[in-house]
């Protein structure tokens, strides 16, 4: 009997159906199959991994040097700007005074009229010098003066100078054989200077040579003999 029984075990092993084989069987069946034409590993090689590390480092080299130049360029034009801030605030600053002193021009050219006119008509008697009412004029008359010179006034030094359409004014020429031609001879009214710049041109009277022409000068020599 118990031949038997080992029998009927090998003949129901045997006899079994498709879906109850032993497990090591259906453990490889349900391993899934990879198309044909497809790479086994889903994972880049290594070189192009590299070459798309370098690439996008070489696009944000390419940034950064841009977002460089945008700075430097930026920082240049805030100095520019500084520099040209600075340069109108002193010059704003250093001719602030120019629009007031311009108007007391009149004021001081009234003072320089009443002093010379005070001299001239003192003139042969005790003079000017010992009047305390001409001294008192030209004490105030100094302050004066000193106070806008602190400011950066200057009078111009035009007697004996060469004419210049710069700082003079020409409002008559004259003959002057005693000194050279184009030569300030008389200043009628004074030139002021507000530090390098000019704020009045000074009023003057030229020198001029004879202009006649030498065959006229003989002609009139002769005729006079």
């Keep these: ?44 090689p290594q070189h192009i991994q590299e070459e798309a590390v370098n690439q996008k480092i070489g696009e944000l080299g390419q940034q950064l040097a841009q977002v460089k130049d945008q700075f430097l ?33 009149p004021v001081l050219d009234d003072f320089n009229r009443s002093l010379k006119s005070w001299k001239e008509t003192s003139k042969g008697s005790s003079g000017s010098e010992n009047d305390p009412h001409y001294k008192g004029v030209e004490l105030i008359y100094q302050k004066f003066i000193k106070i806008l010179e602190a400011q950066g006034l200057k009078v111009m030094d035009v007697v004996g100078k060469e004419f210049d359409v710069n700082f003079h004014d020409a409002l008559l020429q004259v003959l002057r054989s005693d000194v050279a031609p184009h030569t300030v001879v008389e200043e009628v009214e004074p030139g002021y200077t507000l530090f390098d710049k000019v704020i009045r041109h000074a009023k003057v009277i030229v020198s001029t040579a004879d202009t006649a022409p030498t065959e006229s000068k003989a002609a009139e020599k002769v005729k006079k003999e």
């Excluded at 029998?7 to 006899?15: F, L, P, R, S």
């Design 1 to 44: 009997m118990p031949e038997k029984e080992n029998i009927d075990k090998v003949n129901t092993h045997e006899g079994q159906p498709a879906s109850e084989a032993p497990s090591e069987q259906t453990s490889q069946s349900e391993v899934p199959a990879v198309p044909a034409g497809q790479p086994a590993s889903s994972v880049p």
């Design 73 to 105: 360029r930026k920082a240049a034009e805030f100095e520019n700007y500084k520099r040209r801030t600075e340069n109108d605030f002193a010059l704003f600053t250093k001719f602030a005074g120019e629009n007031i002193i311009t108007q007391l021009l």
